[in-house]
């Protein structure tokens, strides 16, 4: 146990907890050195819950409920056996279909169908292309974090495979199966030579334990009251659920220590998610603050735990950052934050100088974007007149307005017609993730919402841009899109060509 600290990572609004209980120690190993390391997340919804967070907050987090919710580590093993195995082709024993939803469900991805009208090569192909883009970001990866949920696995009878999800699978078509921990580390054994073998970084993986609770009995009925789904009796024993989830858990928590123990040849640690929540927690988490059903977590949880994450595994100089953005946000809410104009531009070359520094230093693009869009509202909602312009200037005249780039005029005007298309409610594709583009995402309202999707031909190097997952240009044709920004000057011509062969001629092309 340890003394709890003043560190303050993360939004204090979401610090909501006065914790009071015994501290959980997490041996400090500060290998996050910048927002650019590639950190990939397996496990259960709250692994995708703290990744969410990560990503919100600049960091280059990937997970994607349909290829990454794999709770058992039986599921995840088969899972990446799957995805790099070479001579892998998909077909009907992958799919089920569900008659009273009308829909055709893959049995290896978690909530991905397509309606039994479509032909069955259509859910093919997508969880083809999500399969390819869960590879290349494998590949890709310095950190994986593999939050494992329960020993407690389902298998298709017939086909002899884990199914990932099995709502509204008939009960008789397959088995509830609960691992041994000898079981449990083979499979964690195998998930990590499967990494070993495909990833082309030098990586290191953190384990950690979900808190969350799994209603596993009746599986199939999603809308059982949750006394019900939580007093069922279990297949093996006369223990309802809750006892159950417990015996789950410690399960697990053997399972790793022996893995651990057993496997020294992988830079694999453990992270206690688990202890955290329920023992420093332990006064506060309800399981049904949330989604009030007795299973999940209350959000400010994840916060909360994900500042325990990076309290441990930042260097001094991502806490810095990190410190800095959440104190800043706080400020700027605050009425006259930057007081009079005299003194207001002092202020913010000041502030406009750390976000450089922390935006060359650490890559913290997107905090940098953040807080500059506050400081505009700001500006906007405190000053009036010349003085509200005088304070724009400076804002403006930051790194990115540089005079490499386009003349002024032709670059005014395409921002207009950016953000004419933005004010319209468009959906919005951006191609490109340079300089242009990062200029055009800081000067611009592009990211504002809309925007929802990003291609590059660099997509595997630059597989995280602005917070946001970078994608082939050829995935834009399983996107529903009005309009495509293309972020490059140079290669402008090329890119349209490229758009113009992809998709429909109704699709509007903004550029330079």
């Known amino acids: 146990m340890a003394k709890h600290s003043d560190e303050r990572l993360l939004d204090e609004k979401y610090r909501v907890y006065n914790v009071k209980a015994p501290r959980v120690s997490v041996p400090p190993a500060p290998r996050i050195d910048s927002f650019g390391h590639a950190i990939t997340a397996f496990g259960s919804c709250f692994a995708g819950n703290v990744s969410k967070i990560m990503l919100d907050h600049g960091m280059n987090a990937y997970w994607d409920v349909r290829n990454s919710q794999h709770y058992s580590p039986r599921g995840l093993r088969e899972k990446l056996e799957q995805v790099f195995a070479p001579d892998k082709t998909f077909g009907e024993q992958d799919f089920f279909e569900h008659e009273g939803k009308g829909l055709r469900i893959s049995m290896r991805h978690m909530a991905h169908a397509t309606p039994l009208s479509q ?130 858990k410690a399960i697990l928590r053997v399972a790793i220590d022996q893995f651990l123990k057993q496997n020294s040849d992988f830079d694999v640690s453990y992270f206690p998610s688990y202890d955290i929540v329920m023992d420093e927690l332990r006064g506060v988490e309800t399981f049904g603050n949330d989604l009030n059903d007795l299973l999940h977590v209350a959000h400010p949880t994840a916060y909360y735990v994900c500042h325990r994450f990076l309290e441990a595994f930042s260097t001094d100089p991502m806490k810095d950052c990190l410190r800095f953005a959440s104190d800043a946000r706080q400020m700027l809410i605050k009425d006259g934050a930057l007081g009079h104009v005299d003194s207001a531009g002092e202020r913010l070359a000041d502030f406009l100088g750390s976000i450089e520094r922390f935006e060359d230093e650490l890559a913290a693009t997107k905090i940098g974007v953040q807080l500059r869009r506050l400081l505009h509202t700001k500006i906007e909602h405190d000053y009036t007149g010349s003085d509200r312009e005088h304070l724009r200037a400076i804002v403006n005249g930051g790194p990115q307005a540089t005079s490499s780039g386009p003349d002024q005029d032709r670059w005014a005007d395409f921002v207009e017609r950016v953000n004419q298309e933005v004010a319209k409610g468009t959906r919005l594709c951006l191609y490109g993730t340079g300089d242009f583009a990062a200029k055009l995402l800081r000067e611009s309202m592009l990211n504002r919402g809309n925007l929802v999707h990003f291609v590059d031909g660099d997509h595997i190097e630059r597989s995280v841009f602005f917070g946001h997952q970078v994608f082939a240009p050829e995935s834009m044709t399983g996107q529903v899109l009005d309009c495509v920004v293309i972020g490059s000057e140079g290669a402008a011509d090329v890119i349209e060509d490229k758009v113009r062969e992809l998709l429909p001629a109704s699709i509007a092309i903004v550029r330079i």
């Open 119 to 248: 032909p069955a090569s259509v859910l093919i192909d997508r969880v083809g292309e999500l399969d390819a883009a869960l590879r290349e970001r494998v590949r890709a990866t310095d950190t994986f974090i593999i939050t494992l949920g329960s020993p407690t696995y389902i298998v298709d009878k017939a086909k002899q495979h884990v199914i990932c999800a099995a709502n509204g699978l008939a009960t008789d078509r397959y088995d509830v199966i609960r691992a041994k921990p000898d079981e449990l580390v083979k499979d964690l054994r195998r998930i990590f030579e499967v990494l070993e073998a495909n990833c082309s970084r030098d990586w290191r993986a953190i384990i950690t334990l979900s808190p969350q609770r799994y209603a596993w009995f009746p599986i199939v009925d999603r809308f059982a009251s949750t006394d019900e789904l939580l007093s069922q009796n279990t297949a093996e024993d006369d223990s309802d659920g809750i006892v159950y989830n417990n015996g789950d």
